[in-house]
């Protein structure tokens, strides 16, 4: 089927223009499509913006073992009425995706579920190699460096030296430095106050593991991404990264700080911990200034009895993944950044860091993957209407101009002013590691 999208204010990359862009299947085929086209369903766009479908690199979609907080349907709903088009679901589910099989499965739940693409890294244990080694079809391998229990957690420094050693997917990591976290909660043990937990997870705790990651991917020259960077301290670490490092930065870490605590509690209780203003400032400089190149959310549900529970008893976390990008839109509308920032943060950057194949730019022959955004929007974030199976945000009651209108997923419309096509589904994207991450050139990669 053919799509025509007219007369759109069309991000590119280099700049914003007005085009008609035409779809035919799951690709772009013209772009400033002539006045004489003819397609099947015709869009008239006048005054909207066509930018580049989200791709979502950190999310926690609980499924399997965790379903009672969130599912792969309402999840990819929630994508798919945020633009997101593409996200990428970590591997702390019950059972773990620390196998080969463990990841398939996930692969086969979401085939059968998701509204949108999908693809799920491998977890690594300090046992694991041997599958790290094998596996494919997927886009990375994730550490956790601290914040995790069981055999997800991975803090032996022979363990990760083995792993950046001997495998050759790309490395993502939460980098909380264990030890220093142990310490602090040793100090504040008994206290109840939910804002002790950013001086639990302090600062501090955040720049040794990130150092310690960052040291490891130098070493063994190994790709790696920083995930949820959270403090403006570790954007030294940053300031000349070696072209095997990458960054990234999630809403709650741009736009929450301690100064939340007494408002919202535990609804902002995450790990890492939000910190303080000047992190936030801080944070988003290392954005503007390129030492971060990826948004993402980090999307990681928990029910609102859960979270209401007293400190230290409440669970670390929160949905964002319909909200991240209207957030972001609102920040344009303020003339804090551009379309075009928010189009490579958020859409090109992670297709480069991950190697996903023509996706991440509107460009003849990349995916159909898109959202329409109507820039004069103006809405309130309100918890009863929250597509997450958890039903609720911490953004509940901000009003934020700059919203999505319309979704689509391989060339097929999948949220639609409200409205789902619940029959479309996602599929997995083409993860070429062959073609050298963030820093290779992009010109040239094109399609699958």
């Known amino acids: 089927m ?9 991000v590119f990359p280099t700049g914003a223009a007005r085009a008609s862009v035409l779809l035919e299947g799951d690709r772009i085929v013209s772009i400033d499509a002539p006045s004489t086209t003819t397609a099947e369903q015709v869009i008239d766009a006048s005054g909207l913006h066509l930018l ?8 926690h979609f609980r499924e399997p073992g965790l379903t009672h907080k969130e599912d792969l349907a309402h999840a990819s709903r929630a994508c798919a009425a945020g633009g997101v088009t593409t996200f990428l679901e970590m591997p702390n589910t019950k059972p773990p995706a620390v196998t080969v099989e463990a990841v398939r499965d996930k692969e086969r739940l979401a085939a059968a579920h998701s509204l949108v693409n999908y693809g799920f890294y491998i977890g690594a244990t300090s046992e694991n190699v041997d599958q790290l080694r094998k596996v494919d079809g997927v886009p990375g391998i994730k550490i956790f460096i601290g914040s995790s229990t069981g055999n997800l957690l991975v803090d032996e420094q022979a363990a990760l030296e083995r792993i950046f050693a ?16 142990r310490r602090n909660a040793e100090r504040f043990a008994g206290n109840d106050d939910v804002a002790v937990h950013s001086q639990i997870r302090s600062a501090e705790a955040a720049w040794i593991a990130t ?4 040291d490891l991917a130098r070493r063994h020259q190994h790709r790696f991404h920083v995930l949820h960077v959270s403090t403006a301290a570790e954007l030294e670490l940053l300031a000349d990264p070696a ?10 870490h741009l736009f929450f700080n301690i100064d939340d605590y007494p408002r919202l509690g535990s609804l902002v209780q995450m790990n890492p911990s939000i910190k303080t203003a000047e992190d936030n400032r801080g944070l988003w400089q290392g954005l503007l200034e390129g030492r971060i190149q990826v948004i993402a959310t980090d999307h990681a549900p928990h029910t609102l009895e859960e979270k209401q529970q007293p400190y230290p008893a409440s669970p670390s976390g929160l949905p964002a ?19 075009e920032q928010i189009a490579s943060w958020m ?9 996903i194949v023509g996706k991440g730019r509107i460009e003849v022959g990349y995916a159909a993957d898109l959202v329409l955004v109507d820039m004069q929007a103006r809405r309130t974030i309100r918890n009863a209407e929250q597509h997450t199976k958890a039903g609720w945000s911490p953004w509940d009651g901000v009003e934020l101009t700059g919203w999505p209108v319309k979704t689509w997923v ?15 589904r996602g599929r997995k994207p083409l993860f070429d590691h062959a073609r050298g991450g963030y820093w290779s050139t992009h010109d040239g990669i094109g399609v699958e």
Not at 52 to 59: A, F, L, R, S
Not at 243 to 252: G, K, N
């Open 243 to 252: 072209p095997l490092v990458t960054a990234e930065v999630c809403p709650h």
């Open 347 to 355: 859409s090109d950057a992670p297709a480069r860091v991950w190697d």
């Open 2 to 10: 053919k799509t025509l999208i007219k007369n759109a204010t069309v």
């Open 52 to 59: 580049p479908g989200v791709i979502d690199d950190q999310v």
């Open 211 to 214: 150092r310690r990651a960052i």
């Open 410 to 424: 391989g060339g097929q419309l999948v949220f639609d002013q409200g409205r789902f096509e619940s029959t479309v």
């Open 166 to 181: 001997e495998t050759e997917l790309p490395i993502c990591a939460h980098c909380e430095d264990e030890t220093t976290v």
């Open 321 to 339: 993944v319909e909200n991240s990008l209207p957030l972001l839109l609102d920040r344009a509308a303020a003339g804090a950044c551009t379309l």
